[in-house]
């Protein structure tokens, strides 16, 4: 890092360099085509970060004076990190990387557009991992992005901790699915298994996990229709 860049919190009145440091480097990366358009007009986009200003922890970098990049936390996720184009390649937003790794030594993630091959580059570089794809239908841009995480000191118990959110939700999911597999059977005549609707089921879920792949996808759904089924009939 260029030795006058400066890194500090940032304050109320920086609300508006750091909304001209993000809409700078979101338009240049949309140019580049690495990134979607902005899915809110500008005057909303400052409005919201001021807001986030008093709720998040946000740190400044700081180069003779001028706002020149800057990284927004909350205590998981790296929500921001922008450094205006006409200081990329200084090592600014490494150096505000270093000091978000510091600031969470536990770990944290952070959502990139699968787009944005220059982040995804600089993030790998710098140790971060992709743990998790979407197709972008649960963001404002629908553009499909990537979760990567700094796993942090204790890897181990970072990535543990995350499959110990999944499987409250595929817990969650499963008892709601054995709840409807038993609800069917009390209203249909003939219960006996239907491979045709199974096999639709099966591909169906193999479409969302092409990591799985439809053999493997079909033998978790076998299961968890055989054992739903046997919970059902056994009251
Ligand atoms: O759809 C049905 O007919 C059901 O009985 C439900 C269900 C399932 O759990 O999805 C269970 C058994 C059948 O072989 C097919 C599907």
Redesign the pocket.
Known sequence: MPTEVLLRPAIEADADALADVHLAARRAAERAGAMPPGAHPEHETRAWLAGRLAIDEVWVAEADGAVVGYARLTPTWLDDLYVVPAQAGRGIGTALLDLVKARRPSGFSLWVFEMNAPARAFYARHGLVELERTDGSANEERSPDVRVAWPGEDPLGFLRSQIDDVDAHLGDLLAR?AA??SA??DI?HD?T???D??RE?AESIARRVPALGADRTARIVDV??AE??DAASRG
């Open positions: 699915r409807l597999t069917v059977q249909k219960t298994r239907d491979p609707r199974e089921i968890i229709i739903s089924l």
